[in-house]
């Protein structure tokens, strides 16, 4: 269907009509984003931080004025900007300026870089982030505290793993945690030990993770202001309008309203606060309200299980490479009805981490039984990552009104090795786009980002060709769960609006919605599949402001 003008003037005050444009943006092929078909050649007008018109060239024009600032698309595509369904924001600021260990390829090279990195600190402070793989490491088992101990005598280090359901501490800061071979695995946890002596190895998984976690100093609101800012920064190049910040602290909400009203914020966010916080934040939400449309509380993040990459995510069935292991709960799942039930009676919006297929059907299960219990109410609970499911669970998504929350790079990551973890039959379910669109199901896309890049070009790339990082699947990696370009692309615009009750003012580009949006540098919808991941951001607009141009 041809964009045309009219369609601006059904939606806005016939005031509008002789508005005059802030910025027009031309030249280009425009994607709406109200449905998942193919562009138009065409403009868009924007005025006072909302879209004032689409159509071609020549009806759009007419929204100018000498002060109207032109950007020419020349070609690229423009489209409703990106929204990230799941992130940790705020650590991904932090982690820009830590340092890097993801694509740290053998033992030795782990070891240099923290070597490196610690030899530009001053003595007792603490390196974390680090983001490593070991399935890069050829059959290498998980590192130990040996490995950094003498390269990191004057600093305590608790690095985590990619997927951040495991971490390594040196000796420095396991003293600092007081923790020995006499400390007890919490519940939920687990702590790898030496098993002749039981000394601690270093490695602490999930809930375990809080013993050396709660030692950590708390960064002063100065520095996480400007983990922020670089987060943001690093957001607007890649396009990222929005997004969903995963289990939040509320030193993280301070820090978004100070940028706020300092007027440096270049994103919306909506933050997620831990579940087991439900009351607390209940009554900060009654006392002050949610937020506006730039800072929010979203709702609630809560943990069932770990992560398959450290084998705490949790089956029916035990992994194919560890016998007798299903994985591990991270809490009772009396408790997680019991938080679950209490944040749904307070209005509360709930969305629950959960990875393996006995944890997803747990917790599909708790929505449905809390659903009947309350009675209906538009409440759009959400599951995070929701990556194995059982055939007989997948439908649920679609009959019980819950949003799949997914991380489309995960499929191309995970994919290198996960079908060692649980055997060739359960990976046919995994990411399973496809199916549960078919089946009704609503997708929001993410990348959990520092899990997983950033970048929502890639995200669309790994949905439609699901092609593995490591060039052993090049028609994609269980390739009947491919989705298309369209699907992916409203996965992470109008699905994410949905997802935080949005979708009458963002994610798609209609008059009256807020401004945000981006230009690409080439057509995603005229690309071969392999190539999608070539585009670039041109510019990022976020309330009607330039905000990245490249």
Known sequence: MRLRLCLGLVCLPLAACAR???????????????????????????AGGNILAIGDSAQVGRYASPTTQWIQANGGLVLPGFTDGHTHFVDGGFQL???DLRNAATPKEFIRRIKQYAQTLKPGDWITGGDWDHTLW??????????????????????????????????????????????????????LRDPKTGDPLGIFKDRALDLIGRVIPEPSPAHRDSALARALAYAASLGVTATSHMSASWADLASYRRLEQAGRLTIRAALYLPLESWRAVAETVSRSGRGDDWVKIGGLKGYMDGSAGSRTAYFFEPYSDSAGYYGLLQHPEADMRRWIGSADSAGLQVTVHAIGDRANAFLLSIYDSVTRAHGPRDRRFRVEHAQHLRPQDISLFGKLGVIASMQPYHAIDDGRWVE????????????????????????????DWTVAPLDPILGVYAAVTRRTLDGKNPNGWVPEQKISVGEALRAYTAGNAY????????????????????????????????????????????GGRVVYRR
């Not at 040996?146 to 990191?152: K, L, M, Q």
């Not at 997927?163 to 007081?178: F, I, P, Q, S, V």
């Not at 060739?424 to 199916?435: C, D």
């Open 20 to 46: 005059k444009a802030d910025i027009i943006v031309s030249g280009g092929m425009v994607w709406t984003g109200l449905s998942t078909g193919a562009p138009q050649r065409g403009a868009v007008a924007l």
């Open 97 to 99: 300026a830590s340092v």
């Open 420 to 447: 060692h973890r649980i055997g060739p039959v359960r990976i046919k379910t995994t990411y399973a786009f496809r199916t549960l669109l078919d089946t009704g199901g609503k997708l929001a896309f993410g990348s």
């Open 138 to 191: 050829a059959g290498q088992p998980l590192p130990r505290h040996e490995w950094i101990d003498s390269v990191t005598p004057s600093n305590p280090v608790f690095v985590n793993r990619v997927d951040g359901h495991e971490a390594l501490a040196n000796t420095a800061a396991m003293r600092a945690a007081a923790v020995t071979k006499d400390t007890p695995t919490p519940s939920g946890g687990e702590i």
């Open 499 to 542: 997802a935080t009750f949005d979708e009458s003012k963002r994610g798609i580009l209609a008059p009256g919605a807020d401004a945000d949006l981006v230009v690409l540098d080439r057509n995603l919808f005229a690309l071969p599949s392999d190539s999608l991941d070539r585009a670039r951001v041109r510019y990022t607009i976020v």
